[in-house]
C-alpha cells in the first residue's frame, strides 16, 4: 500500500519498473574470524571465574532498542553503588553476545570515580543481546542484558 | 606518525573541589577489525585498534579500561571522577599497532 | 548467502524506489539516546582543528576585518550566509569566503573537498551557532537570482530515474520510509537541514558540509554530481538556507 502511494507521490507511477542490474555474487564465504574471536560463553567466564553473575537492576545498561546504524551503537551502563573504599564497583565489562570477539571493552574502576558509570558506541554486525557485567569490591559479579534490533541501513 | 586528533571533555565545564563530574574522551581512530576488505583491492585491512586507555590525575591512575576492536570508529570513553585538587588529567591510549598518545586537559576547581 | 541477498534488496529497493519491508520506527527512548549522543559528538575534535587553522589565519578578529564587521557583529553575520561579498562579485558560502581571504592574504587556498577546509568552514559557521539563520534573499539583485536559480536546481527532475529533489523531499513524503530511512524534513523546526550542517555522519566516520550532503543525494538518486562550489551548488545552499530561516544554528550536527 505504502509503496503505491510513494510513486503516486513521487508522481512517477507505473512507470517504476524494477529494472535489476545484472550483479553477480560470490558465493558467501564463511564469515572471516580474527584472532581475538571469543565466543560470548568463554569471555564471560574468562571474567567472572565460571561464577554465574546474578541479573539485578543495580545495573542499569540503556542501549537502543533498534540501532540506526550497526557501526555506531550508543552503550551507557550506571552501577548503583555508594563508591566507598570498602563498597565499590571494582570492574564493568560490556559484551556484544554475537560478534565475532564477544568483549567490547573492560573499565576497572576504583572510589576515585565518585560514580560508576560507562558510556560509549559499539558495532554490533547483526542483532544481538548487549551484556553488562559489574564486579563489586566483594567479589561479586551482577548483570544486566538487552537485545538491540541491527536493521539493513548502510548499503546506500 | 602525525598526532591523531582527541579532545577531553568535563561536564559541567565549571566545578568546585570534591565535586563528582562526567569526563569524556575521544580520538581520531580508525578502530579496523582486520576483518574488513578494501573494497578496491580486496585485500584485507591490517587490524589497528586502541587496546588501552588511562585516565591519569596528577599522576594517579583513576581509570583503566582495556579495548577491543568492536568499539566504533573515532571512539568516545565516557566515565566520572571525583575533583580532588588542582592539577591534570592526563588520557593515555595505546593502540593494536603499539602506537601511544597522551591528551592532557588541565583542572581547575572553582573557590 | 544472507550477505548476497542483502545486496540485492538494496540495488532493487533504490531502483524502484520502494520501502524497505522492515519498518523503521524509532521508539522515543532511542531518539532520546541517539540525542544524548550530540552531547560528545566527534566532529568537535574536527572543529577544534578548525579553530586552530583560524588562528593561523588571525583568528576572529582578522576574520571580522576581513568581512568588515566589529567582532560582536560577527556572528550574526555569519547566520547569514551564503552571501553576495562585493569583492568578489559573486554570492559565495562560507568555504569560498575563507578561499578568498587566504588568497588575499598571500597564503595559498585549501581545496573546497580537503580535509582541512571543512574542518576549518564548519568552525566558522559554528562561530554563529545560537544565531538564528537571517539569510536575507532580497538583499539585492545576485541574492535573489541565486535563490531562484537554486529553487529550480532543487525542482528540476533529471538523472536515469527522471528524480528531483524535490521528489523525496516535499511535505507529502516527508517521514515515508525509503530503504528503513524516513525521508527528512529538511525545514524540521529544531532539525532544519542548514542549521544542523556541518554534519558528522555516522555512516561514514566524517565531517560534511551541506554542499557535501547535497552530492551525496546526487549519487544515491542518481543525478549528475554538482561540483562544489558551483554557481548551482552555492544556489542550493542558498535555496535550504532560505527553507531553515530563522532557525537556531547548531553545530557540529550528528546525522546517521
Known amino acids: 500500500m505504502q509503496r503505491r502511494d510513494f510513486l503516486k507521490n513521487l508522481g512517477v507511477g507505473a512507470a517504476g519498473a524494477v529494472i535489476l542490474p545484472s550483479v553477480s555474487f560470490a558465493a558467501d564465504a564463511p564469515k572471516p574470524k580474527g584472532s581475538n574471536a571469543l565466543p560470548y560463553k ?29 557501526a555506531v551503537v550508543p552503550v551507557t551502563v550506571e552501577v548503583e553503588s555508594p563508591m566507598t573504599d570498602s563498597d565499590y564497583v571494582k570492574a564493568i565489562h560490556v559484551f556484544a553476545a554475537k560478534n565475532a570477539n564477544s568483549r567490547c571493552i573492560d573499565v576497572y574502576l576504583s572510589p576515585a570515580n565518585g560514580k560508576a558509570m560507562l ?18 569490591s566483594n567479589g561479586k559479579f551482577l548483570m544486566a542484558s538487552q537485545s538491540v534490533k541491527v536493521t539493513i541501513g548502510g548499503c546506500g | 606518525m602525525a598526532k591523531r586528533k582527541s579532545l577531553i571533555k568535563i561536564k559541567p565545564k565549571s566545578f568546585t573541589d570534591g565535586e563528582v563530574v562526567k569526563v569524556s574522551f575521544m580520538v581520531m581512530h580508525p578502530m579496523e577489525t582486520g576483518m574488513r576488505k578494501d ?47 588542582a592539577g591534570v588529567l592526563k588520557v593515555i591510549f595505546t593502540d593494536s599497532k603499539g602506537e601511544v598518545q597522551e591528551t592532557i586537559e588541565k583542572i581547575k576547581p572553582k573557590g | 548467502m544472507r550477505k548476497g541477498m542483502r545486496i540485492v534488496l538494496c540495488v532493487a529497493l533504490l531502483s524502484s524506489l520502494t520501502f524497505a519491508s522492515e519498518q523503521f520506527a524509532m521508539s522515543d527512548a532511542d531518539r532520546a539516546m541517539y540525542e544524548e549522543l550530540l552531547e560528545n559528538n566527534p566532529a ?36 547569514g550566509f551564503p552571501r553576495y561579498i562585493v569583492k568578489f562579485k559573486m554570492v559565495v558560502s562560507i568555504d569560498q569566503m575563507l578561499q578568498g581571504m587566504m588568497h588575499d592574504s598571500g597564503q595559498k587556498p585549501y581545496t573546497l573537498k580537503s580535509s582541512e577546509m571543512v574542518n576549518l568552514s564548519s568552525y566558522v559557521k559554528s562561530i554563529a551557532n545560537d544565531q538564528q ?99 548551482e551548488m552555492t544556489a542550493l545552499e542558498v535555496y535550504f538556507t532560505e527553507e531553515a530561516k530563522g532557525a537556531t544554528i547548531a553545530l557540529p550536527g550528528l546525522k546517521r
Request: proline share 4%.
Open chain 1, 42 to 70: 568463554d569471555a564471560l567466564n574468562a571474567v567472572t571465574g565460571g561464577k554465574t553473575p546474578e541479573v539485578s537492576d543495580k545495573v542499569s545498561l540503556k542501549v537502543p532498542e533498534i540501532a540506526e546504524n550497526g
Open chain 1, 119 to 136: 558510556a560509549t558506541r559499539i558495532k554490533l554486525g547483526e542483532t544481538q543481546e548487549v551484556v553488562a557485567v559489574a564486579e563489586l
Open chain 2, 39 to 85: 573494497k578496491k583491492t580486496k585485500e584485507l585491512i591490517p587490524a589497528e585498534y586502541i587496546t588501552k586507555v588511562v585516565f591519569e590525575y596528577n599522576g594517579k591512575v583513576i581509570t583503566t579500561m582495556k579495548v577491543w576492536e568492536s568499539l566504533s570508529v573515532n571512539p568516545v570513553f565516557t566515565t566520572y571522577m571525583k575533583i580532588d585538587g
Open chain 3, 44 to 79: 568537535d575534535m574536527l572543529l577544534a582543528h578548525g579553530s586552530e587553522l583560524l588562528e593561523e589565519l588571525g583568528g576572529e578578529s582578522a576574520l571580522a576585518k576581513y568581512l568588515g564587521v566589529s567582532e560582536d557583529a560577527l556572528a550574526p553575520y555569519l547566520a
Open chain 3, 133 to 231: 539563520i537571517n539569510i536575507d534573499i532580497n538583499a539585492n539583485e545576485y541574492m535573489k537570482e541565486a535563490y531562484a536559480l537554486g529553487k529550480v536546481v532543487f525542482e528540476t527532475k533529471r538523472g536515469a530515474r527522471g528524480l528531483s529533489c524535490l521528489s523525496c523531499h516535499n511535505q507529502s513524503v516527508i517521514g515515508s520510509i525509503l530503504r528503513t530511512q524516513p525521508l527528512p524534513d529538511i525545514s524540521a523546526k529544531g532539525n532544519a537541514s542548514a542549521a544542523t550542517w556541518p554534519a558528522y555522519r555516522m555512516t561514514k566516520s566524517a565531517l560534511a558540509t551541506l554542499q557535501k550532503r547535497f552530492q551525496g543525494c546526487m549519487n544515491n538518486a542518481l543525478l549528475a554530481v554538482i561540483p562544489l562550489g558551483s554557481k
